[in-house]
């Protein structure tokens, strides 16, 4: 069983910088392809990024190319959302999880395990 715990949400002005990051607790972390989504209050929780479990293949969501960086530490148990030139839209609570058969992942039918999520909001 893996546990996510994700950290990093806050109030940020819209332009500005967050990085989020998700601990994980089981032993298979650097086994996992890694993910977030992202959720705002009504709609379905959508894809934002995807990283395999070597960190050497990534892919994004066409709403947050070139503005979100995801990455991993397989030493620390650890994937990071670098989340730069925020806008008002990127407002949402955002999940990480864990795929743990092979491969990216872009649906959320696809990951096995999942965090709590943190608030992140973006002021106009």
């Known amino acids: 069983q893996e546990q996510l715990v994700e950290s990093g949400g806050r109030l940020v002005q819209a332009g500005g910088s967050l990085r989020l990051s998700c601990a994980a607790s089981?032993?298979?972390?650097?086994?996992?392809?890694m993910g977030w989504f992202r959720q705002v209050p009504g709609q379905e929780r959508k894809f934002v990024a995807t990283?395999?479990?070597?960190?050497?293949?990534?892919d994004y969501a066409e709403s947050v190319e070139g503005r979100f960086t995801i990455s991993r530490d397989n030493a620390k148990n650890t994937v990071y959302l670098q989340m730069n030139s925020l806008k008002p839209e990127d407002t949402a609570v955002y999940y990480c999880?864990?795929?743990?058969?092979?491969?990216?992942?872009?649906?959320?039918?696809?990951?096995?395990?999942w965090g709590q999520g943190t608030q992140v909001t973006v002021s106009s």
């Open positions: 999880a864990a795929k743990a058969s092979y491969g990216v992942g872009y649906g959320t039918y696809e990951y096995d395990y």
């Open positions: 990283i395999d479990w070597s960190g050497g293949r990534t």
């Open positions: 089981g032993q298979f972390f650097s086994t996992y392809t």
